[in-house]
């Protein structure tokens, strides 16, 4: 197996671990650079957005900050307090 499979793979075993409603998939893994698109609806209008990665580390730093921003949302809905806004 060449190294830029095994790097695929291992693409593809962080964003596995995305655990989030939202609708995020990988669109293109070129040499070190990761491109994953969310699918965004925005009043009915779809606005997919981009994020672009040069690095593992940085797509697992992301797929972090999203999984605890999705806990956070989830821990204040099914507390009794009302949520700011």
Not at 1 to 25: D, G, H, P, V, W
Not at 53 to 73: G, M, P, W, Y
């Amino acid at each position: 197996m060449s190294t830029e499979q095994e790097y695929e793979i291992e693409c593809r075993t962080i964003f596995k671990r995305l655990n989030t409603r939202k609708k995020f998939a990988i669109s293109s893994i070129e040499g070190t650079h990761i491109v994953v698109e969310q699918d965004e609806e925005i009043c009915g209008q779809k606005e997919p957005r981009q994020f672009e990665f040069d690095s593992t580390k940085e797509l697992e730093t992301f797929v972090t900050k999203e999984n605890q921003a999705e806990r956070d949302i989830s821990t204040q809905l099914s507390g009794n307090s009302m949520p700011y806004r």
